[in-house]
């Protein structure tokens, strides 16, 4: 069995030799941490995993939808932070909150197209809520419903409803990230990055015809995204005004086809760009040495 990760994904042109052996998604990710003690996993069976590396355990969780796609919703204040994760399919989103195990199941007609997680602390677009995209299975033209939950996916209360007039620019392989910035979420979309006023006064999800913010050079796949938010327990935190795009380029020639994009949130103007691992490593705080033990590390517990 292969097993995908859907932790933060940074580097592609690190996971080139693991191809063979990881699954679809995983072929195409790694984690942005190399040395984190815990990785939750969906498996090719469409189930909740959570392998513990100082233990070598593989657990597995049962959830009341399946597991098909993955998401971390990030909840930091100014001096505590935390990580959710959270798995959904079409049918239904689970979480994880104080580690149990919590289900929303989708309104009847609808499937969940994808989902947002809010913010907590004391800035103005703060909001400890989780932002569903619910659209009807079935008709012409469809409908779309915004809910919002609690973080422990609880109290849903419909935000918005409409009909789909043009097609939205967003699906369930979509990446969303959001800011304390603003109330914005910001996700990929082929090359591109859009924004969705998710805690707006009209949330409507970007559709066909819709401007981009940012536009990547023609050839590059967008394989991850995120802030550079720092979840922290002390007062020192890192101010989420930049977005990191980890892209692939098949065609690229005279480099190594992974690269690192780093954009600032309150201009949307590009801040560097990175071509190489050493380079991507160095921007994340990341030796190459530490590097290098990380990767063996995971190569022989993930791929057993």
């Keep these: 069995m292969g097993y995908s990760c859907h932790l933060l994904v940074v580097v592609r042109d690190l996971a080139d030799s693991a191809n063979a052996k990881y699954s679809k998604e995983a072929a195409k990710s790694y984690l942005l941490r190399f040395l984190t003690s815990v990785a939750n996993m969906i498996g090719d069976d469409e189930r909740a995993y959570r392998y513990e590396f100082s233990t070598d355990m593989l657990i597995v969780r049962e959830t009341p939808f399946p597991a098909r796609y993955g998401r971390q919703g990030l ?18 989103i689970t979480g994880f909150p104080n580690s149990r195990i919590a289900g929303y199941a989708a309104p009847d007609g609808y499937e969940f197209i994808n989902m947002a997680a809010g913010r907590i602390g004391a800035g103005q677009y703060d909001a400890s809520k989780y932002y569903c995209i619910a659209r009807t299975i079935e008709g012409a033209p469809k409908t779309v419903k915004i809910i919002s939950t609690s973080s422990s996916l609880s109290s849903p209360t419909e935000i918005k409803t409409y009909d789909e007039v043009q097609p939205m620019l967003m699906n369930a392989n979509t990446r969303i990230v959001t800011t304390k910035l603003n109330g914005n979420a910001y996700y990929d979309y082929d090359n591109k990055i859009y924004h969705w006023a998710m805690t707006g006064v ?3 999800v970007p559709a066909e015809g819709a ?9 590059e796949q967008i394989m991850d995204i995120c802030t550079n938010a720092v979840p922290s327990t002390s007062s020192a935190v ?5 977005l990191l795009i980890a892209t692939y ?3 690229a020639t005279g480099r190594k086809p992974g690269s690192l ?8 103007e590009k801040v560097k760009e990175y071509g190489k691992a050493r380079q991507v490593l160095s ?3 990341i030796s190459p040495r530490r590097r290098g033990c990380a990767l063996k590390r995971q190569r022989r517990t993930l791929c057993q």
């Design 249 to 251: 380029n098949p065609t």
């Design 261 to 268: 994009y780093v954009y600032s949130l309150k201009t949307m």
């Design 75 to 92: 909840f930091a204040s100014k001096t505590a932070g935390v990580r959710d994760i959270l798995m959904f399919s079409e049918a239904g």
């Design 238 to 242: 890192v101010d989420d005004d930049q």
């Design 202 to 204: 009209d949330p409507v």
């Design 211 to 219: 401007k981009p913010d940012i536009t990547l050079p023609d050839g």
């Design 283 to 285: 921007h994340l705080g």
